[in-house]
């Protein structure tokens, strides 16, 4: 991590590279200080080249509550580096003032009363409105688009991602690489790649059975911006046929594939690319890895961890960026490039507080127009909450809390499993829950609800299992998300040990029992990639435990005894 005070000087000194971040026009306003559209959008255009970054946005067409985590926890040679700090620690490293702007859009304290002040984030006709504005300022800049935006949404399930598809179409991205969107299955996603007017790339998505490059999926597309040959070189989620079900997607294979990115580097160069740009999804860890093994690279465009950080980090000279999710944020990166070579950039993480930004009205009328034929089913109102209803953190959100309720009184089990997924809007304490509220933190396309035996022996495999993939300290083995959830259970994590050993002392809550290695217990979940599943849909499952509930309390989760963070 570069810290704001180092940050230029040391640049410089690693590099040659001239570096600024727009963060303090926003990061500094006083917490009682009015916001406008100008101050948010200000920026001193620089060089010759500007990409425009957006990520992860999980089918959130309109505006929505989002809080950032509160723990994220990074191992090896990550401990205490960004994006694995949290809350006051991270407000102290940017300098961010308590009560501000910037400590509501990037920081989880204080929550309630902030997003009360400062109101909803996103909506991706604010986003249009942006995307717009630098265009205005630079017409030939690079929109780039991290994927993960096909999914995530009742109306994107519904339409099989037709919404979001006629919304970013209308953004008019330049290029986007994928991870979700395969769970659509490969044909939808053939389907609409085929039909789309922009570049769809990925250097590591590969034909199955011949481990070739897909031809579906270029790995890079060269654009000529502002006198400079730009390469974009795709990369898309490298474990999707581990941490999705495969079977949806049969004829593609994935992996990190470094030895071929740097081959699509040298390529690229040989081409002429003065500029390299990765368009990547291997989460933040992952991309700083991959710029430490792979030269060449000038700016990565980092998705898929959800981080947001208001200032980039070097790797030797590589620049990564990493713009947030759910459309809370639109980054802009600036480029001086001459004779071949990046000299400096400039970058900004422009925040969408969606009171402050005026909606694009023809975005706005696009987004009412694919979302009026659900409208009534999407407004109904299913509940009320007493508790602030968040996802995010290692090892819970109250949302997740909730979903496991519901699969244990639902189901009638012992115990409930749900997935570390990072996608998913917030909903304030006070407010009615609607249907769209639930599907935005369930929605998939395998989302049945299983009821099924596992002895407390398998448990431990699956914790542990899951935890490796969160707490190796190699990030190429760690796959982004965040620790299973679980209902009904409790245990101890040591996260500094190896795999099989992190877990201990299992215990059934409701009994106060430890966990028996060799006896069966009654297990819920959701999100099998087990091809076949059986089982009532996850968003029936909760829309009927909050139903019978009327008001929902999700009491504090101390079920997890985290040793070593």
């Given at each position: 991590m570069i810290s704001r005070r180092d940050f230029l000087q040391t640049s410089m000194a690693a590099s040659a590279l001239l570096g600024a971040s727009g963060f303090g026009q926003w990061g500094r306003l006083a917490a009682q200080q009015a916001l406008t559209q100008d101050q948010l959008l200000q920026f001193e255009t620089f060089g010759n080249v500007s990409l425009i970054h957006?990520?992860?946005?999980?089918?959130?067409?309109?505006?929505?509550?989002?809080?950032?985590?509160?723990?994220?926890?990074?191992?090896?040679?990550?401990?205490?580096?960004?994006?694995?700090?949290?809350?006051?620690?991270?407000?102290?490293?940017?300098?961010?003032?308590?009560?501000?702007?910037?400590?509501?859009?990037?920081?989880?304290?204080?929550?309630?009363?902030?997003?009360?002040?400062?109101?909803?984030?996103?909506?991706?006709?604010?986003?249009?409105?942006?995307?717009?504005?630098?265009?205005?300022?630079?017409?030939?800049?690079?929109?780039?688009?991290?994927?993960?935006?096909?999914?995530?949404?009742?109306?994107?399930?519904?339409?099989?991602?037709?919404?979001?598809?006629?919304?970013?179409?209308?953004?008019?991205?330049?290029?986007?690489?994928?991870?979700?969107?395969?769970?659509?299955?490969?044909?939808?996603?053939?389907?609409?790649?085929?039909?789309?007017?922009?570049?769809?790339?990925?250097?590591?998505?590969?034909?199955?059975?011949?481990?070739?490059?897909a031809e579906l999926f270029p790995p890079y597309k060269f654009f000529e911006r502002g006198g400079v040959k730009v390469a974009v070189i795709g990369q898309a989620f490298p474990y999707m046929p581990i941490a999705n079900p495969g079977w949806m997607f049969p004829e593609y294979a994935f992996g990190i594939r470094d030895e071929n990115m740097q081959e699509m580097v040298d390529q690229v160069r040989a081409e002429?690319?003065?500029?390299?740009?990765?368009?990547?999804?291997?989460?933040?860890?992952?991309?700083?890895?991959?710029?430490?093994?792979?030269?060449?690279?000038?700016?990565?465009?980092?998705?898929?961890?959800?981080?947001?950080?208001?200032?980039?980090?070097?790797?030797?000279?590589?620049?990564?960026?990493a713009s947030g999710s759910n459309g809370k944020f639109v980054s802009r990166v600036d480029l001086d490039v001459r004779n071949g070579r990046m000299m400096g950039f400039r970058h900004k993480l422009i925040p969408i507080f969606s009171?402050?930004?005026?909606?694009?009205?023809?975005?706005?009328?696009?987004?009412?127009?694919?979302?009026?034929?659900?409208?009534?089913?999407?407004?109904?109102?299913?509940?009320?909450?007493?508790?602030?209803?968040?996802?995010?953190?290692?090892?819970?959100?109250?949302?997740?809390?909730?979903?496991?309720?519901?699969?244990?009184?639902?189901?009638?089990?012992?115990?409930?499993?749900?997935?570390?997924?990072?996608?998913?809007?917030?909903?304030l304490p006070g407010q009615d829950i609607t249907r769209e509220d639930i599907w935005n933190v369930t929605s998939m396309s395998y989302g049945a609800a299983?009821?099924?035996e596992m002895t407390g022996e398998f448990l431990h495999v699956v914790l542990e299992d899951v935890a490796d993939n969160l707490f190796n300290p190699d990030p190429y083995y760690q796959q982004g998300g965040d620790m299973v959830r679980t209902g009904g259970l409790g245990y101890r994590i040591d996260i500094t040990k190896a795999q099989g050993s992190r877990i201990t002392e299992m215990t059934l809550l409701s009994t106060g029992e430890k966990i028996d290695p060799s006896k069966t217990y009654q297990v819920a979940g959701w999100a099998s990639v087990n091809e076949g599943t059986e089982g009532p849909q996850i968003w029936d499952v909760v829309e009927s435990h909050i139903a019978k509930q009327g008001t929902v309390t999700v009491s504090p989760n101390n079920s997890v005894n985290v040793v070593g963070a």
């Open positions: 957006v990520t992860d946005i999980h089918a959130q067409l309109k505006p929505i509550y989002f809080r950032e985590p509160s723990i994220n926890i990074g191992v090896g040679d990550n401990k205490g580096a960004v994006p694995h700090v949290t809350g006051a620690e991270f407000r102290r490293m940017y300098g961010i003032e308590d009560g501000s702007p910037s400590h509501y859009a990037l920081s989880s304290g204080d929550f309630e009363a902030l997003a009360r002040g400062y109101g909803r984030v996103g909506g991706l006709d604010r986003v249009a409105t942006v995307i717009n504005h630098i265009r205005a300022d630079r017409p030939d800049a690079l929109l780039l688009d991290g994927g993960d935006t096909w999914h995530g949404s009742y109306t994107c399930y519904h339409t099989q991602g037709q919404d979001m598809v006629e919304v970013m179409n209308a953004l008019k991205p330049d290029a986007m690489t994928f991870h979700w969107e395969f769970t659509l299955g490969s044909e939808r996603v053939n389907e609409i790649v085929e039909g789309l007017p922009f570049a769809a790339l990925g250097q590591n998505i590969f034909d199955a059975e011949w481990d070739e490059p002429g690319a003065e500029l390299v740009v990765v368009l990547s999804h291997n989460g933040f860890d992952v991309d700083k890895k991959m710029a430490g093994i792979v030269s060449g690279i000038d700016v990565i465009l980092s998705g898929h961890t959800h981080d947001a950080l208001p200032e980039p980090v070097l790797v030797s000279e590589t620049v990564i960026v009171d402050v930004i005026t909606p694009d009205p023809e975005v706005a009328t696009l987004i009412d127009t694919v979302r009026a034929p659900y409208e009534s089913a999407l407004s109904e109102v299913i509940g009320k909450t007493d508790s602030l209803l968040y996802r995010r953190g290692n090892f819970n959100g109250t949302w997740d809390d909730l979903i496991c309720d519901a699969l244990l009184s639902e189901r009638e089990a012992d115990i409930a499993l749900s997935p570390g997924v990072r996608w998913g809007p917030s909903i299983y009821r099924t």
